[in-house]
C-alpha cells in the first residue's frame, strides 16, 4: 500500500530502529551509502529507509532533491542487489520525501553488496562477523549437499566426470593451471571433500558412477519420458538416467532434440525457422531441477516431452519465501554446496539466472512464459510450451537488433509480453516503459497521468495490421477535431460542456481535448461561452454581412 501522509507523521515520532532509517538528504544522497543501508536493513528484517526528514527527534520534514528519478534509482538498485527494493515519492506541503521499502532477507541467507555482508552499528555500518553469518545461513538447516555421505569413497566417482568439471572450472577461471591437477585436488579445491577428504554429497550429484548413485543416492536419478499424446498408459519412450549429472546432461540434451520439431513460417519474403525446443531453456530447466530439489525426499526428477510441451518435475516445493511470483528477485538455494561447484563451471553464472534465460527466449521466440502451475508443497512442476504464438512478434524482435536486446533486463522483455497480449502491466513493469520507449519498442500516447503505451508502430507494421495500430494509437488529430465539431453541429444552440465533449473522444485524457477545443477556437470554428462550469462550447457562427 502507498503511504499515506498520516503513517509517515506516525514514523516520526518513533524511535530510530530496527525497521526505521531516517536521512535529512536535503541536497543529495550517496548512492553506494543507500545501497550498504539496504543490505544492512534486509539483514537485520527489513524496514524502511526515509529521505528527507531530520535524523534527530523532534523530527521534522525538510524535503530532499536526491534520486529525482525514483524509478531509475529502483532498477539500480534491483541490478547492484538482485532483489526489489521499492522506491516511493511523497510530495507533501512541507517538501518532497522518498521512502525506500527493504524488504527481509529470507532464511538462511544474507544479503550482501560486492561481497561485502553490512549490519548497522548505532549511526553508522559494520560488517557483519564471521559467526553472525554463519548463524543466517545455517538458520534453513544444514546444507544437505555438503554434509559427507557415510562410506562412499573416490571410487564412486566417475574420474572422465570429474576431467570435464576441471577443464569447465579452468576455461571459466582463467586459470589452466588447474588442468594439471589431480581428482583428489579438484575435489577438495571445489570443497566437494568435507570433513577430512570425506565424499560429499554435492559431489555424488554431479559426479557419481551408475552403481555408486545406486548404493549410496538413488532418488538422485533423472527419469526422461517422452510422450506423444496426454492419453494415461505407459511412455513412448523412456530413460532413467542413474548416474552424476556431468554424466549424462549432453545425452538428455540430444534424447530430447531426436523429437524437436522445427516450426516454418512464412511471411511474404521472410522465412522463419524455429525449433520446439530451444536448447538454453531446456538446459536451464534441467539445471534448476538438479541444483534446487530437496535431495532427503525419495522421488526422482521427472522431465516429460510432449510434442510442444516440456515438463520438469522437480521433488520439494519452492524453498522457504520464494513464490512463482517472486521467484526472478529472490533467493534462498537449497543446495548451496552443489550450486557453488555449479557456478565454478559456469553453468550458474548467478542466482536467478536460469529463469531469467527461460523467460527472455520464450519472449524472443513468441512462445508462452515458463509457468509454474501445478506446484505444490511437494514438488515443483516447470513447464516450457513450445508453441510460437505470434510469429510476427518474433520478427519485430529481431528488427530491434542484438545489440538493442543484449541491453534489455528481464523486466523489459516481460513487459514487452504484456503489451504484446494486451495485459495491463503491474508498477514494476510499469517503469521498464520509458526505456522500450527510447529503444524504438513502444510508444507512449497522451501525457501525465493519462499516458498509455503501445508496441510501436513498427510492430504493427510487421505484424501486417496497421490498422491495428491506428486503433491503438487513436485517431488522427484532424479526425478527432471532425469529431468534435460534428457533436456541436448536432447540439445546436444548446452546445455542450467539456465533460461532455470528453464522452465523444473518451481515450484522450482531458488535456488533449482541451488542446483540440482551443486549437479549433483559434482557428475560428468554435466559440467558448461562460465560466467555469458554466462554460459551454458552440460552433461559431459566421459574421453577418
Known amino acids: 500500500m502507498p503511504t499515506s501522509a498520516a503513517q509517515l507523521q506516525q514514523w516520526l515520532l518513533e524511535p530510530e530502529g530496527q525497521r526505521l532509517e531516517f536521512k535529512e538528504a536535503k541536497q543529495r544522497y550517496d548512492f553506494e551509502k543507500l545501497l550498504k543501508y539496504c543490505v544492512a536493513l534486509a539483514n537485520e528484517g527489513g524496514g524502511t529507509i526515509v529521505l528527507g526528514v531530520t535524523d534527530k527527534r523532534p523530527r521534522h520534514i525538510v524535503g530532499t532533491q536526491a534520486f529525482e528519478d525514483p524509478g531509475r534509482t529502483e532498477a539500480g538498485l534491483h541490478q547492484r542487489l538482485g532483489h526489489r527494493i521499492p522506491v516511493e515519492e511523497l510530495r507533501l506541503p512541507e517538501g518532497r520525501v522518498l521512502v525506500v521499502h527493504v524488504p527481509p532477507r529470507l532464511p538462511g541467507t544474507a544479503w550482501n553488496v560486492d561481497g561485502r555482508y553490512f549490519k548497522r552499528a548505532g549511526d553508522d555500518l559494520a560488517p557483519l562477523s564471521d559467526q553472525e553469518l554463519r548463524a543466517m545461513f545455517a538458520e534453513a538447516g544444514p546444507d544437505f549437499s555438503a554434509q559427507p555421505c557415510p562410506g562412499a569413497t573416490l571410487a564412486d566417482l566417475e574420474p572422465d566426470s570429474i576431467a570435464l568439471f576441471r577443464e569447465r572450472w579452468a576455461k571459466k577461471s582463467g ?24 565424499v560429499s554429497y554435492a559431489a555424488l550429484i554431479l559426479f557419481a558412477t551408475r552403481a555408486g548413485l545406486t548404493r549410496w543416492l ?7 519420458e517422452y510422450r506423444s499424446s496426454e492419453a494415461a498408459g505407459p511412455a513412448a519412450d523412456r530413460e532413467e538416467y542413474r548416474a552424476g549429472f556431468f554424466a549424462w546432461q549432453d545425452a538428455l540434451w540430444k534424447k530430447i532434440n531426436l523429437r524437436n520439431d522445427r516450426q516454418s513460417y512464412q511471411d511474404d519474403f521472410f522465412r522463419m525457422d524455429l525449433p520446439t525446443f530451444d536448447e538454453v531453456p531446456v538446459r536451464e530447466a534441467i539445471l534448476n531441477a538438479v541444483a534446487h530439489r530437496d535431495y532427503r525426499l525419495g522421488g526422482s526428477i521427472f522431465v516429460r516431452q510432449f510434442a510442444k510441451r516440456l515438463e520438469v518435475v522437480s521433488p520439494g516445493g519452492l524453498p522457504p519465501g520464494i513464490t512463482p511470483e517472486n521467484i526472478i528477485d529472490q533467493q534462498n538455494p537449497r543446495n548451496r554446496r552443489l550450486a557453488e561447484a555449479l557456478a565454478r563451471c559456469g553453468l550458474i553464472e548467478r542466482s536467478g539466472q536460469g529463469l531469467n534465460l527461460m523467460m527472455e527466449s520464450a519472449v524472443r521466440q513468441g512462445k508462452p512464459l515458463p509457468s509454474f502451475a501445478g506446484t505444490a508443497a511437494h514438488e515443483v512442476r516447470l513447464t516450457l510450451e513450445g508453441g510460437v504464438r505470434n510469429p510476427a512478434f518474433v520478427r519485430f524482435m529481431e528488427r530491434l537488433g542484438e545489440d538493442t536486446l543484449r541491453s534489455f533486463s528481464t523486466l523489459d522483455y516481460l513487459a514487452l509480453e504484456r503489451l504484446e497480449q494486451g495485459q495491463p502491466l503491474p508498477a514494476a513493469l510499469k517503469e521498464r516503459l520509458p526505456g522500450l520507449v527510447a529503444a524504438g519498442a513502444a510508444e507512449a500516447i497522451g501525457r501525465g497521468k493519462g499516458t498509455r503505451y503501445i508496441l510501436s508502430e513498427a510492430l504493427y507494421a510487421s505484424l501486417g495490421a496497421k490498422g491495428t495500430y491506428t486503433r491503438q494509437r487513436g485517431l488522427d488529430r484532424e479526425t478527432n477535431k471532425t469529431l468534435l465539431l460534428t457533436h456541436l453541429t448536432k447540439q445546436g444552440d444548446q452546445g455542450a460542456p467539456l465533460a461532455e465533449l470528453r464522452q465523444v473522444l473518451p481515450a484522450l485524457p482531458e488535456s488533449a481535448v482541451r488542446d483540440l477545443l482551443r486549437e479549433l477556437r483559434d482557428e475560428g470554428r468554435l466559440m467558448l461561452r461562460g465560466q467555469r462550469r458554466w462554460a459551454r462550447w458552440f460552433i461559431a457562427m459566421p459574421d453577418p454581412l
Open 218 to 224: 538413488a532418488q538422485a536419478e533423472l527419469v526422461f
Open 175 to 198: 586459470d589452466p593451471r588447474k588442468r594439471e591437477l589431480n581428482d583428489l585436488q579438484t575435489l577438495r579445491d571445489a570443497e566437494l571433500l568435507v570433513e577430512g577428504d570425506q
